[in-house]
């Protein structure tokens, strides 16, 4: 965890964070937990294709599996064995399915389009298992369609949305970033690097104010006036 306070029941947590909070706990520190989940994502399979990070180690798969159904088969098998250490195996236990001597948790995920190292997508999975809700005004990623094709805004499903004035008190909730990245690839490739956003969202001043009133006040208030957007 990035930090912590005992006393608060909180956490601020990187992309492994749906591990951190839905572990089972001695029932001596049995707290009700919120958290905060910074640019988490999950499954790995689906992930390590859209990650820059990944672009070395996949010029030698790929050499192995030069078949593309192969090569993305091969990732999802081997994301079978690599599962109960991933997110993907927890996903539904962070908020509505803890585990035994497990507390529920309420939380607020944080991410940024064009994020090159953990791809949108991944929290899109996370959140659609762990009940959360969108706001109203949330940002939108557009994808440029492969060989010079049309660029298309994504249409969001599986996520419930309220209006942008609502004070989420009961549920978790989901806020992306604009940071003023390029649309991503609608491939399984990594978006530009060059403009890669992934210490967006933690860097900035709405992001962490929306935070500080979760973990004081169990609130989750929209901060922005429109789409969220933040300086990379």
């Known amino acids: ?30 707290y009700t937990y919120v958290g905060a989940i910074g640019v988490g994502g999950g499954p790995f399979g689906l ?15 790929r050499l192995l599996y030069p078949d593309p159904v192969h090569y993305i088969s091969f990732l999802a098998f081997a994301n079978m064995i690599w599962s ?39 929290l899109y999975s996370i959140t ?15 994808f440029s369609l492969p060989n010079g094709g049309a660029v298309v805004t994504e249409e969001l499903f599986g996520l419930p949305v309220v209006p942008s004035d609502t004070v989420v008190t009961q549920e978790s909730a989901a806020v992306g ?7 991503e690839p609608s491939t399984n490739v990594p978006p530009n690097g060059k403009y890669d ?7 900035t001043a709405v992001a962490m104010k929306q935070m500080h009133t979760f ?9 922005c006036e429109g789409p969220c957007t933040c300086t990379v």
């Open 47 to 61: 992930l390590l294709p859209r990650s820059k990070d990944f672009e070395e180690l996949s010029v030698l798969l």
């Open 84 to 122: 109960r250490l991933e997110p993907n195996a927890y996903m539904s236990s962070i908020t509505s399915n803890p585990l035994p001597n497990t507390p529920t948790h309420r939380v607020i995920y944080h991410y940024a389009l064009g994020d090159a190292q953990v791809n949108i997508l991944g």
């Open 1 to 30: 965890a990035n930090s912590a306070n005992r006393k608060l029941g909180t956490f601020l947590t990187p992309s492994f964070s749906p591990i951190y909070l839905s572990l089972p706990l001695h029932p001596q520190y049995n």
């Open 215 to 223: 973990f004081e006040t169990g609130e989750i208030r929209n901060l």
């Open 128 to 142: 659609r298992s762990s009940d959360v809700l969108l706001f109203e005004n949330h940002v939108l990623q557009n």
């Open 197 to 203: 956003t992934h210490e967006g969202p933690r860097r």
């Open 177 to 183: 970033f604009d940071c003023g990245a390029p649309p």
